[in-house]
């Protein structure tokens, strides 16, 4: 069962590399980590490029992307395509995991085509990281790619209610402004709101507070599940 998922998920994910979106995307996501670099340059930001990068670009630019891809996922592909895949010997279960799996691997190359771009120009302009800013940036690059994958499964959820990517795309963003505002007016309600998961290593990697990241952590996978649950059942119970 795992060699079948893994194919499935594969040829899904070669079926989005031959769509235009996430082409666009990732041209978008290289196109902006190399932006950053002459930036960064110019505004002086020279300790670990790549991990203000990620910081700084994880608050607008990445969850919009996700959204943007998120919601695209399987309600934008052509309904003859899903109904091809539905006569094939495999449950709707199996065919949305494999799918969910194939938009989760998509997201974490546009991050990499964020990320590879700043730590090549930082290496290029300031030489070698010290080996503690290289764990910090690589720590952070593991917990933007977790984040930009919930932020992937929660996208595509709502636009499968919704049943419109264009709308499921609109509904995400004023989600998202709508946890910002109610974070940033009640603070205590932010550990709540997938808005404030971009921070999750903050307390570990500065602080030494592993229990707050473990915290955060526990959250997101709850909300990964939620997500994965939602998106079945209305995957489920789409007509096609």
Not at 8 to 18: D, G, N, Q, S
Not at 21 to 31: E, T
Not at 150 to 167: E, I
Not at 190 to 215: E, H, K
Request: net charge neutral; charged share 10%; hydrophobic share 60%.
């Amino acid at each position: 069962m795992i060699a079948q998922m893994n194919y499935l998920a594969a040829e899904e994910l070669r079926k989005l590399f031959r769509g235009g979106k996430l082409k666009v995307l990732l041209l978008l996501s290289f196109i902006i980590g190399v932006l950053f670099v002459f930036i960064g340059d110019r505004l002086g930001l020279e300790d670990n490029l790549p991990l203000t990068a990620i910081e700084l670009l994880l608050a607008v630019v990445l969850p919009f992307l996700m959204v943007a891809l998120g919601s695209d996922l399987m309600v934008g592909e052509n309904k003859g395509t899903i109904k091809h895949a539905l006569k094939l010997p495999i449950s709707r279960e199996f065919l949305f995991l494999g799918k969910l799996f194939a938009g989760w691997a998509a997201a974490a190359f546009i991050v990499l085509c964020m990320f590879v771009p700043t730590f090549v120009g930082g290496f290029i302009l300031h030489g070698v990281p010290a080996a503690s800013s290289l764990g910090a940036g690589l720590a952070e690059l593991g917990g933007a790619i977790l984040f930009s994958g919930l932020l992937l499964v929660l996208a595509n959820s709502v636009s499968l209610w919704v049943g419109s990517s264009g709308v499921g795309l609109a509904v995400s963003v004023v989600l998202w402004m709508a946890m910002s505002v109610v974070g940033f007016l009640e603070p205590q309600l932010n550990r709540f709101f997938v808005t404030d998961y971009a921070d999750w290593l903050q307390p570990l990697l500065y602080g030494g507070n592993a229990g707050m990241t473990i915290s955060t952590l526990l959250f997101m996978t709850a909300y990964y599940i939620i997500g994965t649950i939602l998106g079945l059942l209305a995957f489920q119970r789409k007509g096609f």
